[in-house]
């Protein structure tokens, strides 16, 4: 089993920057991609972005693959949501995940506890 940690959410005006990380641990992580999904108040759970294995390639959702970037420090291990330009919309709990696929966003078994962002206007 992989444990996932999420860190660094919180309330911050629309515009500002914040950065989301993921702490992984109980596995070898570099034969795991890693996502981030999110979910706001009444809303499913959504894709945000995600990462391959080697740190190469990413995907985002279109209404995040201009103002979030995501990437990993494999000796680390610790994956990145670098949050630019936040909106009201972005508002919801950010969760962690990886996943033994190798198509990017696909097969996500294992999650983090979530941590909240909050974007005021």
């Known amino acids: 089993q992989v444990q996932l940690v999420e860190s660094g959410g919180g309330l911050v005006q629309a515009g500002d920057s914040l950065r989301l990380s993921c702490a992984a641990s109980?596995?070898?992580?570099?034969?795991?991609?890693m996502g981030w999904f999110r979910q706001a108040p009444g809303k499913e759970r959504e894709f945000v972005a995600a990462v391959s294995r080697d740190g190469a390639s990413t995907k985002y959702a279109d209404s995040v693959k201009d103002r979030f970037t995501t990437s990993r420090d494999t000796a680390r291990n610790i994956v990145y949501l670098q949050m630019n330009n936040l909106k009201p919309q972005d508002t919801a709990v950010y969760y962690c995940?990886?996943?033994?696929?190798?198509?990017?966003?696909?097969?996500?078994?294992?999650w983090g506890q979530g941590t909240q962002v909050t974007v005021s206007s």
């Open positions: 995940a990886a996943s033994q696929n190798y198509g990017l966003g696909s097969g996500f078994a294992y």
């Open positions: 109980g596995r070898i992580f570099r034969n795991y991609q």
